[in-house]
């Protein structure tokens, strides 16, 4: 190994250890919040950008209320119109329910999640990635029924 590959070496391990010792310094000692993001994550997303959402007038199904509103009892198919790219299906509601969807892209696998209203009273909401036409199922657990939102945010 010549002298400069020692010096660049060298000087690569010092840098190395003096990030280290700065990210251990700044670190916090709470036990902080899951939920929470840090403000390096915020700016990294809005600098890549924000993905945008589906045209709740792309989606339709058998439960549609009106455009947007979906009103049923036990379950109900959405089909997603082929967005064009990665997009994100927002769906809300003022009560829990589940939604299932398949992952996008190559991989064979459904996603499942049972989504319950927020503390702060803004009511349940799922994000779904969808990146193609597909079929999403929306699922009420409560024998009453459920009204759920195709949203826009």
């Known amino acids: 190994m010549s002298g400069r590959q020692k010096a660049l070496l060298a000087a690569l391990a010092v840098l190395l250890v003096a990030l280290f ?3 251990v310094g700044t670190g916090r000692d709470d036990q902080g919040d899951p939920g929470a993001r840090h403000g390096l994550v915020d700016w990294l997303g809005a600098l890549g950008g924000e993905r945008s959402s ?4 792309t989606v339709s199904a058998d439960c549609f209320e009106e455009p947007g509103r979906l009103v049923f009892s036990g379950s109900c198919v959405l089909r997603v119109a082929d967005p064009g790219g990665l ?4 769906l809300r509601s003022a009560a829990r329910f589940t939604v299932s969807a398949p992952a996008p892209g190559d991989a064979d696998l459904t996603i499942r999640d049972e989504v319950e209203p927020a503390s702060d009273g803004t009511g349940a909401v799922a994000k779904v990635a969808v990146d193609e ?3 999403v199922s929306v699922r009420c657990p409560s024998l009453g029924g459920c009204t759920v939102t195709v949203a826009t945010s």
């Open 54 to 57: 589906v045209d709740p007038a």
């Open 87 to 90: 997009r994100t299906l927002v």
């Open 133 to 135: 036409a597909t079929e």
């Open 21 to 23: 010792v700065v990210a």
